[in-house]
């Protein structure tokens, strides 16, 4: 079957209504993690970057806090308006690879998932993140782990229109470089975890049993200096 790589936003364009129900291993793999290290959110100020279809920033809305979700994608957007109980959020259409249309310590969660590997320029994007929240806040951001990159693989899906793989442009980093571009944007570590498909994950998802004990998921916790 043959790949097809596309610009990051036209990816995520075409890959918007079919990605919340493809199967995909990775978000499972994810959300568990996600929710375990933001708590509760009830009253807290949090900033999506990178949003997507919605899938963390409509449920932290539910739980109590107060949402804003930015995506450059307008398909991705578009479904994540969708969303029952989307109201609740600010959505706002913005290029994350741009500074961010946000006062200084504005939020006291910035959450980012499954962004890092389309970031190509790590040092400014850390460092918005950085600047926008508060000194007693956190960054939380997830990502593909670089090991699966050592596979050949990257975000990826069927187009459900034409039955061709698509690959939204990624970029080549290793975990150090995340660490590294984090802490040179005035960021320190406090949570660092990796996550692999287990035995569990791999029977109720087809998808993720050729990744069974494969390091797939990179999750950092990381505060102001």
């Known amino acids: 079957m043959n790949l097809i790589t596309l610009p990051t936003r036209r990816g995520y364009d075409r890959w918007a209504r079919s990605y919340d129900v493809d199967g995909n291993p990775l978000i499972a793999l994810e959300e568990p993690v996600i929710?375990?290290?933001?708590?509760?959110?009830?009253?807290?100020?949090?900033?999506?970057?990178?949003?997507?279809?919605?899938?963390?920033?409509?449920?932290?809305?539910?739980?109590?806090?107060?949402?804003?979700g930015v995506d450059f994608s307008a398909g991705m957007l578009r479904q994540a308006q969708d969303r029952p109980d989307a109201?609740?959020?600010?959505?706002?259409?913005?290029?994350v690879?741009?500074?961010?249309?946000?006062?200084?310590?504005s939020f006291d969660i910035?959450?980012?998932?499954?962004?890092?590997?389309?970031?190509?320029?790590?040092?400014?994007?850390?460092?918005?993140?950085?600047r926008i929240c508060r000194r007693d806040g956190f960054v939380l951001v997830s990502a593909m782990h670089p090991a699966m990159m050592l596979r050949g693989v990257s975000a990826r899906f069927i187009d459900p229109r034409s039955g061709g793989r698509v690959m939204p442009?990624?970029?080549?980093?290793?975990?150090?470089?995340?660490?590294?571009?984090?802490?040179?944007?005035?960021?320190?570590?406090d949570y660092m975890s990796e996550h692999a498909v287990d035995a569990g994950l791999a029977r109720r998802l087809p998808r993720a049993r050729k990744y069974r004990g494969w390091p797939m998921l990179l999750v950092l916790r990381?505060?102001?200096?």
């Open 169 to 189: 442009r990624s970029y080549r980093q290793q975990s150090a470089d995340y660490v590294m571009a984090a802490a040179r944007a005035g960021l320190r570590v």
């Open 97 to 105: 690879t741009r500074p961010l249309p946000f006062a200084a310590r």
């Open 35 to 68: 929710r375990g290290l933001l708590g509760r959110v009830r009253g807290l100020r949090i900033v999506d970057i990178g949003c997507g279809t919605g899938r963390h920033a409509v449920r932290l809305a539910r739980a109590g806090a107060r949402v804003t």
């Open 222 to 225: 990381l505060r102001p200096v």
């Open 87 to 95: 109201e609740s959020v600010r959505f706002l259409r913005h290029d």
């Open 110 to 130: 910035v959450l980012s998932c499954l962004v890092l590997e389309h970031i190509k320029r790590l040092g400014p994007f850390f460092g918005e993140l950085g």
